[in-house]
């Protein structure tokens, strides 16, 4: 045993110039700070790249979102409309392609949706459960459809009516049951009043009858009188407000009779804040910032609409106050980088000063037999650098497996 120990000590004196003793002790000195050093930064950034998820998961579905809006009446005087499903489609996925940089990351596809949706008109049927008060109702034509809406009876497929007066359309369960409508029931409502002449009818024909998918997605908390009818208080009069989608067939009807005078279209893309990182908010805001400001990208037929959308989403204020909030942290956080860095160095200076103590016969029996400085400091350096190197690459693999993720910025 004592032969082991005795070759042990030799074996570190030969490599580093040190005892077994004192080699182990710097390394163990190495090893704290570089772990101290590299874990410290790291956790700080989980810490805020968990905060900034969890202020992101408190704005509503809506808010996280990219909303593209504009009315059909504006798109048509420049040419482009009626619009199929392939134009809302095709201009959903050039916003998303614009959109997408390597900070601002959207959700999939198949999480996008595009709207038609008309304004409120007054109801001119009489409905149940009202208490004689008033109804407005709108109609939106929805793309799609699947992953939203659960049908519970009816079908979503029924062909378009050959009057362009009656708009095949589904309710919701809560919207039936509040108002007594069934398969077949027909609603009349005013239409959109034209310039002259008398104000025409449209019927809103219930083909579907359905239930919600997702009821916590953007889709639904768009419109909340399309998910159930709302009462309407106000000083002066009671009134309802609700909504019915219309049915795919429909698109091209509903264009026709609402399209000039109170059609709105929108696209709503949302956000994945997946691989988000706490020190990107900034970076963030900022891409934010240029959608919200800077004119889409947009080629082909379609390439007109870019001029005509507003671009619009409810992720700039939170990331504001969080921006802010960060900030006034980073001071403290900096402060203690700086305060750890300095003590480490200092630690290692005495450390160094106490080795060349340690061997200050050594190293000046090496000058008086003619070595220069740098061959001296060559061979103190060597020793140093064989007992701190391993230890300070397991230190930051240790740093890594204790605090997994993305290092911060100047974290090395």
């Not at 490599?15 to 772990?35: E, K, N, R, W, Y």
């Not at 979503?156 to 362009?164: E, K, R, T």
């Not at 309802?240 to 026709?256: I, K, M, N, R």
């Not at 709503?268 to 240029?290: H, I, Y």
């Amino acid at each position: 045993m004592n032969m082991n120990a005795r070759s042990m000590e030799m074996n570190a004196k030969r490599l580093t110039g040190m005892g077994a003793v004192a080699t182990l002790a710097l390394g163990v000195l190495v090893f704290g700070c570089v772990l101290a050093g590299t874990a410290g930064p790291r956790e700080a950034l989980n810490t805020r790249t968990k905060a900034l998820h969890q202020t992101l998961a408190t704005i509503p579905p809506l808010g996280q979102t990219i909303t593209v809006s504009t009315s059909w009446k504006q798109l048509a005087d420049n040419n482009i409309g009626p619009l199929t499903d392939g134009d809302l489609s095709d201009l959903e996925g050039q916003f998303a392609k614009d959109f997408n940089t390597t900070v601002l990351r959207l959700a999939p596809v198949s999480a996008d949706w595009a709207s038609m949706t008309t304004a409120e008109q007054s109801v001119k049927s009489t409905l149940s459960g009202t208490g004689g008060d008033p109804v407005d109702m709108e109609v939106s034509y929805r793309l799609p459809y699947t992953g939203y809406l659960r049908v519970l009876a009816g079908s979503l497929s029924v062909p378009a009516d050959p009057f362009p007066a009656i708009i095949n359309v589904a309710v919701t369960q809560q919207t039936a049951h509040k108002f007594g409508l069934k398969l077949g029931s027909a609603v009349r409502t005013a239409g959109p009043r034209p310039p002259s002449g008398p104000t025409p009818t449209y019927t809103f024909k219930v083909a579907a009858i359905v239930a919600e998918d997702q009821p916590a997605s953007s889709f639904w908390e768009a419109d909340p009188t399309l998910v159930a009818p709302e009462l309407n208080v106000t000083p002066t009069s009671k009134y309802w407000t609700s909504g019915v989608f219309a049915l795919p067939a429909e698109s091209p009807v509903l264009q026709g009779d609402y399209g000039l005078s109170s059609l709105n279209v929108q696209w709503v893309l949302p956000v994945n804040f997946g691989a988000l990182l706490g020190d990107q908010a900034q970076l963030l805001e900022a891409a934010l910032q240029k959608i919200v400001t800077v004119v889409p990208v947009l080629t082909g037929p379609l390439a007109a609409a870019a001029t005509l959308v507003t671009v619009s989403t409810g992720l700039q204020g939170p990331l504001i106050t969080f921006i802010e909030t960060a900030a006034a942290v980073d001071v403290l956080l900096w402060l203690l980088y700086v305060s750890l860095a300095v003590i480490a160095a200092i630690v290692l200076l005495l450390a160094a000063r106490m080795i060349v103590l340690r061997r200050g016969p050594e190293l000046t029996l090496c000058r008086a037999r003619g070595a220069s400085l740098l061959q001296v400091g060559f061979a103190a350096g060597r020793g140093a650098v064989v007992g701190c190197v391993p230890a300070a690459v397991i230190a930051a693999a240790v740093a890594v497996l204790l605090v997994p993720g993305a290092a911060a910025p100047g974290g090395w």
